[in-house]
């Protein structure tokens, strides 16, 4: 939207620079006079402008000076426009830096705007605020067991496959070995339908022109936090790559909260009884299925837990519609 503001007041100067070529001559002052009341029409920024001292210097004819840094007019004929000319540097205007591609310059305030700036509407959702809630899902799993440690040869039991309490007579001193495959029916709904968008306080930079195709603005304009606005998946070059957020200028719609499973993971344990056959009562001690061979020592049954899938859910927050990537210089 601002590039686009600038390109049409390219067009002014244009126009501007026939009305201001014979100025030199002795039409000076009155062209210098209605070049102000272009440039003051065509921008709305007059309130910026260094002062009504254009008109009065152009009629002296050799000493014009750029009376408003903001506008994209070279108000005073002397072919530089706004951070271009010497006048607007010396009074203290700078230039955003530009970036190709960018839609717009912007700034993130907690507040009212910058000068040179106006609100926009520019939204966000925040995905911490989506949740998932995951359900386990099915593993198969195969846990061998050994007398003695360290589960040396072949395993003394056979291989179980179920979950169930097996008995050993008489109770030994074992080993167990045991692994999980995930069955792949983990999943990931999610819990938060709709979050509102967060209003992200952002301004529109309507500054003026600067010889390197950046915005002009005022001193005193936050430059550090200034940003620019590029189409939605657009990665952020320098300098506007010290923070990146998705935006959307769709100010009527809510965050549409969705989950994703990006895996699952089995868990499932062996408990191990030393007082009876049974697997009564309190567990003697309890070890992780996971591939290693487990040591246990005395034990008279082990009760094979249930082995489930954990899934890992992730959650994403989206708009339908007018979305952009805002890339700035250092965060909000
Ligand atoms: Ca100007
Ligand atoms: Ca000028």
Redesign the pocket.
Known sequence: MLVAAAVATGGCVLAREGTSAPFGANGGGQTGGSAVTV?AGSDGNSSVATGGGASTTNSGGGSAM???????????GDGD??CG?ND?VAAGFVCLPPLAGAASHVVLSGDACPAAAQPMTLHSCDASKCACDGQPGECKFEVARWNGDNCNGQSTSSVKTQPNCYSIDPGLTSSFKGTTTSVGNASCPSVAPDIVAVDRGACEVSG??CANGGA?VPAEFPVAKACVLLAAGSNCMAPYDGYRTTVYDNPNSSCNCSCSKVGESCAGSVQWYSGNQDCNGPATGTTSIDGQCKSVGYLESYFIDNVEAKPQCQADASMPSGEGVLCCMNGP
């Open positions: 440039s750029e009376s408003d840094c903001l506008n994209g007019i070279d108000d005073d426009v706004d000319d607007c003026g022109a002009c």
